[in-house]
Every structure is written in C-alpha cells, then in structure tokens.
C-alpha cells in the first residue's frame, strides 16, 4: 500500500520555489511553475539553454554554481533534480529542516510531494497522481484521458460556472437553486460527450 498523499490545488502565484539542477527533468518541472505562477530560482553550474534563455528574460533567476543549503532560505517549496541522487538527497534533508516541502526528481516516492501529470482546457484540469509509485503510469492515463477529454470540457466549465455566478447573484444557495446548477451541469458533460463532428467540406 502507498503513502498516504492529499491532492491540494494552490495557489503559488508570487511564491518562491528553488529548483536545483539544470537538466531535461529540471526544465519540465521549472516550466510547470512558472505556468502556474510561481517564482523560480533555478542553482545549477549549467542549465538547458530554454532555463538560461528563461534568465536572460527575467522569468526567472538562474545562479550559476553549486548548490548551497542557503539557497533554500525563503523558499516555499524545493525541487532536487539533479542527475545526482545523492545531492537530490541532501537537498532535500536541508529543505525539510527549514520546514520546506520537497521534491526530488529521482525518487518521487521518497519526496514531500510532485507535480501530477496534468490535463488542462481551460480552467478545467484533471490531475493524476500515482503517489510518486510510477509517473510514467499517470503521464500514460492522462494522454488517455486527453482524447475523451477536448477543449468542449473546458468551455462547458465557463459556462457552468456563468449560471452559478447568476444563481448566487439572485438568491442564496438554496437546495433548489443547487439542484438546478446540478442538472444544469449533468446537461452541458452529457453533450460534451456526444462526439465531436467535424464540419462537412
């Protein structure tokens, strides 16, 4: 049986997030954070040309050495992804001695947390996460869901979420009012379901 894991949805627009190494692995895990708001600091001798472009720009900042422990002062979460398990692993023992939440590149399972392979249209994303046990399967799942799951999920969730702003602008969330958005809701994923036809030539 896995670790027990919680699934949370933060926010880290403006939060500061330290990612040690410069490679393939470090490059995917620094562009998930800067899409979802994060500020990044990247320590790494050298780094995939897209992170030293990514410095050269400001959208984030890239020192050019060895890592240090006083590299993670501030930081609200740490990622080890170096090709060096060992430095993963001190990393990591320094982060959580200051109370910061880890995660290390390679050995997921051995970390704080991870990032789940991620389905996004729109507002609308679907997460899967195999607590770390096996990325490949969740990143395998994910793209499955991604031919059921099209950019229709994502519209229906703007309007979804338009009738609720109208229900709670017109009265309180009374059971019937809830009910209503329920149905409502059932409506728009039932025709989202109905296969897509492409327009006749």
């Known amino acids: 049986m896995g670790v027990s894991h919680l699934t949370l949805s933060i926010d880290m627009t403006g939060r500061a997030v330290v990612v040690v190494g410069g490679g393939e692995v470090a490059l995917r895990k620094v562009k998930r954070l800067l899409g979802g708001g994060a500020r990044v600091t990247v320590v790494a001798p050298v780094t995939h040309q897209e992170i030293s472009c990514m410095a050269a720009s400001?959208?984030?900042?890239?020192?050019?050495?060895?890592?240090?422990?006083?590299d993670l002062s501030?930081?609200?979460?740490?990622?080890?992804?170096?090709?060096?398990?060992?430095?993963?692993?001190?990393?990591?023992?320094?982060?959580?001695?200051?109370?910061?939440?880890?995660?290390?590149?390679?050995?997921?399972?051995?970390?704080?947390?991870?990032?789940?392979?991620?389905?996004?249209?729109?507002?609308?994303?679907?997460?899967?996460?195999?607590?770390?046990?096996?990325?490949?399967?969740?990143?395998?799942?994910?793209?499955?869901?991604?031919?059921?799951?099209?950019?229709?999920?994502?519209?229906?969730?703007?309007?979804?979420?338009?009738?609720?702003e109208k229900l709670l602008t017109e009265g309180k969330a009374t059971p019937y009012n809830i009910q209503i958005l329920r149905e409502y809701v059932q409506n728009l994923i039932q025709e989202c379901k109905v296969p897509h036809k492409e327009p006749a030539p």
């Open 74 to 164: 501030g930081a609200f979460l740490a990622v080890a992804a170096t090709d060096d398990r060992q430095c993963n692993l001190a990393v990591a023992a320094d982060a959580r001695k200051q109370g910061i939440p880890a995660c290390l590149a390679s050995d997921p399972s051995a970390g704080d947390w991870q990032l789940p392979a991620l389905l996004r249209q729109g507002d609308l994303e679907l997460a899967v996460s195999t607590a770390g046990r096996c990325p490949a399967y969740a990143v395998a799942l994910r793209d499955m869901l991604a031919e059921t799951i099209d950019e229709r999920f994502g519209e229906a969730l703007e309007a979804a979420a338009a009738f609720r």
């Open 58 to 70: 400001g959208a984030l900042i890239w020192m050019p050495r060895a890592y240090q422990p006083d």
